[in-house]
């Protein structure tokens, strides 16, 4: 086998089962003020110094580099913003069930990383561009497939309503932005595997959700919860977000 492919093609891996090697409990979580839709646009406008703290997973894929972006839409509810994620489908041949921004390749056709970011979540969720306001960009990140991505902060005005892809995307759910921007919540995993190692962050958040009895859905009971397990190159890009904001 390949050694650049040993990682990814781990036997019955599950992210949950490798143990937690620490918790960020001494760092300070953003101020809440520094979460409103117009302190974010100026973070963007006059950003301070700081430097990403993650960049590049270790290779363990072995194919050509290939361009990508996401959106980070930052729904601007009542009770703060939230982080707008979706559950890939268990029918795709890679990453099926893990969470993720919307996103994807950087198409020939796409204008520019931002044209692509809203044209993947468009796709994945139906997400209408006219209720996206683009805010700014993060540095890239290289995951260990070879995806150079590139995060696209916008903040996304209420009132939509979403049609996920079944064949692309599970489930689209928000987590509070408070919640992820607060590094008690940011677990470190470490996996060794013949001689080669992996880092990653979780953020896993528990949501409670309410479906009425008889409706056939998942869960079946009302008031049910359900893990939301963030990790890999979503939860490095969200502690990417989280250094620049607590710079």
Do not use: C
């Not at 580099?65 to 509810?77: D, G, Q």
């Amino acid at each position: 086998m390949n050694t650049q492919t040993l990682l990814s093609q781990l036997p019955n891996f599950n992210p949950r089962d490798v143990p937690v090697t620490g918790i960020d409990t001494h760092l300070p979580a953003v101020p809440t003020e520094r979460l409103t839709p117009d302190a974010l646009r100026q973070r963007f406008v006059h950003p301070p110094a700081w430097q990403p703290e993650l960049r590049e997973n270790p290779r363990f894929a072995d194919r050509a580099p290939a361009a990508a972006a996401v959106l980070v839409p930052l729904v601007n509810r009542p009770s703060g913003l939230s982080v707008l994620l979706t559950e890939r489908s268990h029918k795709l041949s890679t990453h099926s069930g893990q969470v993720a921004f919307p996103g994807g390749r950087v198409d020939p056709e796409d204008v520019d990383v931002v044209d692509a970011a809203l044209r993947e979540a468009q796709e994945e969720v139906d997400l209408p561009r006219g209720h996206v306001d683009v805010i700014g960009q993060l540095p890239v990140y290289v995951t260990g497939t070879q995806f150079i991505i590139t995060p696209v902060v916008a903040v996304v005005r209420p009132g939509f309503v979403l049609h996920p892809n079944p064949d692309e995307v599970a489930h689209a759910f928000e987590v509070p932005l408070s919640f992820l921007m607060n590094p008690a919540h940011h677990r470190r995993h470490r996996l060794e595997w013949q001689g080669h190692v992996r880092e990653w962050y979780s953020m896993p958040y528990v949501e409670r959700v309410r479906v009425e009895p008889g409706t056939g859905e998942s869960p079946p009971t009302p008031d049910s919860e359900i893990e939301r397990y963030i990790w890999g190159a979503t939860a490095g890009m969200l502690r990417n977000f989280y250094r620049f904001l607590s710079a």
